[in-house]
């Protein structure tokens, strides 16, 4: 019963966090661009907090084998390094944990739940990048045969390699 009312402070504070935080943040009585000094740019403390994760991870994985490669992210279209890719991963494996425990409503099967549904972000990354290569490799076959098609037309109309 503790857990359950645990989740539910929780729930409520992050609730309250997103309304205060994100929805109606107070107005800055002067713009942020007023007062930076000339040529400086503003980074955030999240942004700051976020390129040090990322840094840890990528100090923590260097040489080692990693779960999502530079390669496979760039043949699924992805623009971003593995160690953001696998902070995005752990944070939804995070949420995805609370809600867990949340759905098991404070019993011994909130933890099983917690368990499963963490191991769903991990999994459920694995799956998104095969199904995004798979589909981008579908596209440029069917591109392929097409500019290969038109070459082959131009190549037999007489045309040079370069013109065609």
């Known amino acids: 019963m503790t857990v359950f009312l645990?989740?539910?402070?929780?729930?409520?504070?992050?609730?309250?966090?997103?309304?205060f935080f994100v929805l109606a943040p107070?107005?800055?009585?002067?713009?942020i661009d007023r007062r930076l000094e000339p040529g400086t740019t503003?980074?955030?403390?999240?942004?700051?907090?976020?390129e040090r994760t990322v840094s840890a991870i990528e100090s923590s994985t260097r040489g080692r084998r990693r779960?999502?490669?530079?390669e496979e992210l760039d043949l699924a279209g992805i623009r971003m390094e593995p160690s953001?890719?696998?902070l995005v991963t752990f944070s939804s494996s995070a949420a995805l944990a609370a809600l867990g425990i949340l759905v098991g409503f404070g019993?011994?099967?909130?933890?099983?739940?917690?368990?499963?549904?963490?191991?769903?972000?991990?999994t459920g990354?694995?799956?998104?990048?095969?199904v995004r290569m798979a589909r981008r490799r579908g596209k440029f076959a069917v591109q392929l045969d097409d500019?290969?098609?038109l070459i082959s037309g131009s190549l037999r109309a007489g045309y040079g390699l370069v013109q065609a």
């Open 6 to 19: 645990i989740g539910i402070l929780l729930a409520a504070l992050a609730l309250l966090a997103i309304v």
């Open 26 to 31: 107070p107005k800055p009585r002067v713009s």
């Open 42 to 50: 503003h980074v955030s403390l999240l942004t700051r907090a976020t």
């Open 67 to 70: 779960l999502f490669d530079e």
């Open 84 to 86: 953001q890719f696998l």
């Open 107 to 122: 019993s011994l099967l909130s933890v099983l739940f917690a368990v499963l549904f963490a191991a769903l972000a991990p």
């Open 125 to 130: 990354a694995k799956i998104l990048l095969a």
């Open 147 to 149: 500019t290969l098609q």
